[in-house]
Every structure is written in C-alpha cells, then in structure tokens.
C-alpha cells in the first residue's frame, strides 16, 4: 500500500490481521474436498425451485426481517418468532454480538483454540479479547477460568471446533448461572450432536444460540444463518443488523431446506454414520481421536514405527494434498499441531481417504 493511502486508512485496521478462511482448492476433478466441514450431499432438490422462482422477483427488495423463515425457525425449534433472528451466515449474527456488546471498555472472551472468526470480529470492533486456554489436553471445559473472564460477551463453540467435542450441558449452565456477561453458544455443529442449549432459555436471560445453514443443510455457499435467544436481546441484535441482510434467493433457498425434513434427516443420518466408520477405523490405527459430535473429526496420526507430533502430522497432511485430499492442519496451537482435522465426506471420498491413510502408513515408518 503506498504511503498516502496508508495515511487515510485507520491505524486500527492497518494493524491488525484479516480471517483466513479455509483453502478453496481450484479445479473440478476428482477432489475430495474434507477441510471447511461443508455438507458431501448437495442441498435438498426443493431448494433450485425456490430459488428459480425467485429470481423473478429480484426487482424488488427482499422482505428485510427474513419474516417467513423467522416464523418457520421458530416452528421448527417450538419457540416464539421474536426469539428468532436470521443472518447472512452465522458469521453475520456473530458479529452483530460483538457490535452490539463489546466496545473498547467491554471485552470479548473465546475458548482458544476455537473459531478464528472471534478475534477479526473483535479487532474491528475495536474491542479487547481474552483467549481462554484449555487446561489439559481433553478439551475439558475451563468453567472456572470462563466466569472469572472479566469479559462482557464470551463466544463458546459447542460442539466444540476444531475437537468435535462437546461440552457437558450441567457445565454449560453453570457458566450462564454464574457468568455475569453475554454467552453466545456457537452450535454451528449441533445438528450433528445429541445436545442443544436451546432448552436454557427458558431459565436464563444472557443466552443467545446461533446456529447455520452452512453445514447440516448443505447452503454454505447461499449465506443463511440463524440465532435464538429472549425477545429482548433479539431486540437489540435487529437494531445493529444491516436492513436487508439476508437476500430473496437465500431467504428461500432456507426456507425449502428447513422445510424438507425427511432429506435433512436422511443427509445427516449418512454423515454420522460415516463418522462413526472414521472414528472406529481410526482408532483401530491406535490413533487418539476425539469423539466427535460434529460433521468432522479431530485425529492424532502415527507413523508405522510409532512415531507422532508436529512434522507427522504435517506429513500426512502433505502427503493427502499430493493424492488430492484436503483436509485441515492447525500448526499454531499445542492441542492441535499434531493433529489433522477431516471433515466427513460421503462413503466414497471416506474409503479413498481411508486408502490414501494406509499408503502414507505404509510408505511411513
Ligand atoms: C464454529 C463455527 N461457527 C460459525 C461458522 C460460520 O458459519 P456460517 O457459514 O453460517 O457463517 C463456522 C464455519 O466454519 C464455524 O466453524
């Protein structure tokens, strides 16, 4: 950047680092594709109808609340519709958490490692972040060291991201009965789990939930995302939400998604099935692997002779993009430097990654 625009760019944003959002390989072929936890199926067929249909009407102005999906949502989880809020993405809710409860005296709070997406948000935002460390390499949840934060709104992936884990639910109240700030539970994953927080907010006041399209309803690339949370705090995240933040052709594309029940089940059944297919085919390995509640599982590869940690992990990781296999590797943090990250696939893309795993084994001592 030469030296005149620098000096109209705030030194705020100069300063600080952008989100890097995982790989985008280039190339159709015969890619498999396990590194952004996207849906292997496409989306449900009603969804090209709804979206067709649309397309006609683009003239005008989407409805700017997103009030029929609202309504649906709402249905769907036996909630009231002011409880509701739908985003472009989740990322859309969560940042309007952090534009309408943090500022420079009202800092943010993250498990670390968790969603990279926290801490862009915050910087923007202009506001402090406290990184919550694990205490041990389990993924235990630090209940105590989260409600003496000091923080003002604390983001808690669960499942968690990127272990697959995910939190027992007693713990989870402990914290919204004793934290005295905003928790956002990020349940991006929960589709995929047995456990919601969803029934919390009966009970409690500084809850929100967000939730997406992207995943379990295979619309990661329409941008639609949702949050639950009391008609109040629902309130004040439409007041800080861009007018017309969700577009027609997104609106319904959701909208048939969340409608056809019978394909979402069907998809998600497939994925957890295969989930259950990697964790015991890696196991058998002797790999540590995380039992997972989310659409990617989280593994500790061993080399033939026994061998573990960062440069094998790495080595995998290498060796699957040669094969054109993409999955995720987090160097930067010690729960995850020797692990790979596999997003769940479809029964096929699972066995060509199960073979390529046995090669590298093999050409690995
Ligand atoms: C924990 C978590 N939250 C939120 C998101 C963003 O989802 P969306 O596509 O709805 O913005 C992701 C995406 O990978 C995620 O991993």
Request: glycine share 4%; aromatic share 10%.
């Amino acid at each position: 950047m030469d030296s005149r625009l620098k000096s109209f760019v705030s030194p705020e944003i100069l300063s600080r680092e952008g989100y890097t959002p995982g790989f985008q390989p280039k190339g159709k072929g015969n890619l498999i594709k396990l590194n952004t936890n996207e849906n292997p199926f496409p989306p449900s067929p009603l969804v090209a109808n709804a979206v067709l249909e649309q397309t006609q009407r683009l003239q005008f102005y989407p409805n700017p609340s997103s009030h029929k999906l609202r309504n649906l949502i709402a249905e769907t989880h036996e909630l009231q519709e002011e409880q509701v809020i739908v985003g472009n993405g989740s990322d859309d809710i969560l940042n309007l958490c952090v534009r309408a409860f943090s500022d420079s005296t009202r800092s943010v709070g993250m498990l670390n490692p968790s969603y990279s997406l926290y801490p862009t948000l915050t910087s923007l935002q202009g506001s402090k972040l406290e990184q919550v460390e694990f205490s041990d390499d389990q993924f235990d949840l630090p209940v105590e060291k989260i409600i003496s934060s000091g923080v003002n709104l604390f983001f808690l992936t669960n499942p968690h991201a990127p272990s697959g884990l995910s939190f027992p639910q007693h713990k989870i109240l402990e914290i919204l009965n004793r934290l005295d700030a905003i928790l956002v539970v990020d349940e991006a994953y929960a589709d995929f789990s047995t456990k919601s927080s969803i029934s919390f907010l009966e009970y409690v006041d500084n809850l929100i939930i967000t939730r997406t399209f992207s995943k379990s309803y295979s619309l990661a690339g329409a941008r639609v995302g949702y949050a639950f949370s009391t008609p109040r705090i629902i309130e004040v995240l439409d007041s800080v939400r861009e007018v017309y933040n969700v577009d027609r052709m997104s609106q319904a594309a959701a909208f048939a998604a969340l409608s056809d029940k019978e394909y979402f089940e069907d998809c998600k059944s497939k994925i957890i099935s295969e989930r259950s297919k990697a964790h015991e085919f890696l196991t058998r390995l002797g790999w540590r692997t995380v039992e997972s509640q989310a659409n990617f599982i989280l593994t500790e590869p061993v080399t033939k002779g026994g061998k573990a940690g960062k440069i094998v992990a790495k080595s995998l990781f290498d060796y699957l993009e040669k094969h054109d296999i993409f999955v995720r590797y987090f160097p930067n943090h010690r729960l995850t430097e020797s692990k790979i990250r596999i997003s769940i696939g479809t029964e096929k893309q699972m066995t060509t990654l199960f073979q390529n795993i046995n090669n590298w084994q093999n050409e690995n001592s």
